[in-house]
């Protein structure tokens, strides 16, 4: 089975900073990953998909990157919606992993 | 709107079974694989399996297999998932997720169902 790994596990921040949350494939995924946002209490949404694809309605501040192993998601400037847990997950294969999570909280 | 929409919070005792369902609208419920994901309080996405609505094929994760059975009632245009055996490490929040597969291959979940919460306590 695929593993991936994000870091930081937590961090904290301020409205306006820029953030970026690192996932890693223990093996190449090419561009089959995707980022997903949960609030407390609630369902995860999809902000990214095959890597860089920003799904309709997401804010233009969040971005993805990469391929292969190492992917990224950028916030460029945190609003205090933003506040919240970011999964990444690979969809190369079965079981459809998921990354343990990184909480952004309010520095 | 594209929605799916779980049934209510459930109670069982250990060695009993769960049933979940997932009600599909606001599109062709046999065009897209419902998948069903875990989360136990505090915890991370914990991936089950999925299902296709249309042949009623099925995949599972190797932790489920023999334990859970992924079905569906395209008249109504609902997924269920069972659990057997239920143990106390199986409380935890589950959630049907709708797969969307790219022509490139790329595949994604969305939306999601809003989670049911299922107990198991004696």
């Known amino acids: 089975d695929i593993q991936m790994t994000q870091s930081p596990s937590s961090l904290s921040a301020s409205v306006g900073d820029r953030v970026t949350i690192t996932c890693r494939a223990s093996q190449s995924i090419s561009s089959y990953l995707n980022w997903y946002q949960q609030k407390p209490g609630k369902a995860p949404k999809l902000l990214i998909y095959?890597?860089?694809s920003l799904q309709s309605g997401v804010p233009s501040r969040f971005s993805g990157s990469g391929s292969g192993t190492d992917f990224t998601l950028t916030i460029s400037s945190l609003q205090p919606e933003d506040f919240a847990t970011y999964y990444c997950?690979?969809?190369?294969?079965?079981?459809?992993?998921f990354g343990p999570g990184t909480k952004v909280d309010i520095k | 709107q594209v929605q799916l929409v779980q049934s209510g919070a459930e109670v069982k005792k250990p060695g009993a079974s769960v049933k979940v369902s997932c009600k599909a609208s606001?599109?062709?419920?046999?065009?897209?694989?419902i998948n069903w994901v875990r989360q136990a309080t505090g915890q991370g996405l914990e991936w089950m399996g999925w299902?296709?609505?249309?042949?009623?094929?099925?995949g599972y994760a190797q932790k489920f297999q023999g334990r859970v059975t992924m079905t569906r009632n395209t008249s109504i245009s609902t997924a269920y998932m069972e659990l057997s055996s239920l143990r106390s490490e199986d409380t935890a929040v589950y959630y049907c997720?709708?797969?969307?597969?790219?022509?490139?291959?790329?595949?994604?979940?969305?939306?999601w169902g809003q989670g049911t919460l299922v107990t198991v306590s004696s």
């Open positions: 606001g599109y062709t419920f046999t065009s897209y694989d």
């Open positions: 997720a709708r797969d969307i597969v790219a022509t490139m291959g790329s595949s994604w979940f969305d939306p």
């Open positions: 095959a890597a860089s």
């Open positions: 997950q690979q969809s190369y294969s079965t079981p459809r992993v």
């Open positions: 299902m296709n609505p249309n042949s009623g094929n099925t």
